[in-house]
């Protein structure tokens, strides 16, 4: 069990790096994080709006903050272990809102097992247990981009230096490591954006580029770890979808509307109805 860390701040030209600041605090700054910017990039404005006035806590990111706490920090005074074999009962549901109602994340017993064998899984493999020994684990970074708009990231952990240079890496649990599938979800959920904005401000704190990693590891048995690294063409088209995304919000910002799904061109069906329905008539 760790320590309540000491926050400690610094800054670097117009970059603010703290150490030890809260998750609740981290979230709570107004500045755009990599989210917000995904969603303002390619969503709507409208859904941006939404999402920043509306924060809902969704119990299926529970394992993967738990695993977070246990991989990065060896840490589980995060969250609180209910001996029940599911969520059913009214004992475990009233234990586990009293441990939302205490900042803590409810694991059930199975679940706090399968997060430590994760743990395991991840320190077991050369690769990524060298990449969560002797790192500054989520470091919260806000900096100024160049049209004035604040901006934040809080890398999983960060190497400046060291044995291992300088590297940012980033912790997924997922359904799948393998590359294949990896770069499937890397798609899906905008982790070469992630990328692109993670390394924009750590560079501008440190001034330097930093190597980046995603270590994904499995939330089934045998519980899989693997490193992967994102092509730098896909990043590069991250780092645009980064800039669009703070130019969405500049505008909308400075009009004050913030629009839905606009009219565009007349739809074209999908491929496969196409060959479907050509089948069909052939018939």
């Known amino acids: 069990m760790s320590s309540i860390p000491k926050e400690t701040s610094e800054t670097f030209g117009m970059a603010t790096v703290t150490k030890g600041l809260s998750n609740t605090s981290y979230h709570a700054n107004p500045a755009l994080g990599s989210s917000s910017i995904k969603t303002l990039a390619t969503r ?9 006035h509306n924060q809902t806590h969704s119990t299926t990111f529970d394992i993967g903050t738990a ?13 609180e272990v209910i001996d029940a074999p599911n969520w059913l009962s009214k004992a475990a549901k009233e234990a586990r809102q009293a441990a939302y109602a205490e900042g803590l994340v409810p ?14 899984s991840v320190m077991t493999h050369p690769l990524a247990r060298n990449a969560f020994i002797g790192h500054e684990p989520e470091v919260s970074i806000f900096w100024e981009h160049e049209t004035g708009t604040r ?3 809080r890398p999983d952990a960060l190497h400046v230096g060291g044995k291992r240079g300088n590297l940012i ?4 649990t997922t ?13 899906r959920y905008g982790y070469h954006l992630q990328q692109a904005h993670y390394t924009a401000g750590v560079k501008a704190a440190y001034g330097e580029d930093f190597t980046f990693l995603f270590v994904t590891v499995e939330k089934e048995p045998p519980y899989l770890p693997n490193v992967h690294q994102i092509h730098s063409t896909d990043v590069a088209r991250g780092a645009e979808l980064v800039e669009r995304g703070i130019r969405v919000y500049n ?10 799904y606009l009219i565009g061109k007349p739809l074209e069906l999908p491929r496969w109805s196409f060959y479907k329905e ?3 008539l052939e018939r």
């Open 44 to 52: 709507t404005p409208a859904h941006y709006l939404y999402e920043s």
């Open 67 to 79: 695993a977070h706490s246990l991989i990065l920090e060896n840490d589980t005074s995060k969250f």
């Open 107 to 120: 694991l059930l017993t199975k679940e706090f097992e399968a997060v430590k064998a994760m743990r395991s």
């Open 151 to 153: 901006l934040k990231c």
């Open 169 to 172: 890496v980033d912790l997924k």
């Open 175 to 187: 359904v799948s490591a393998a590359p294949d599938d990896f770069a499937s979800s890397a798609a």
């Open 251 to 260: 505008e909308c910002t400075k009009t004050g509307v913030w629009p839905g």
């Open 278 to 280: 050509e089948e069909l």
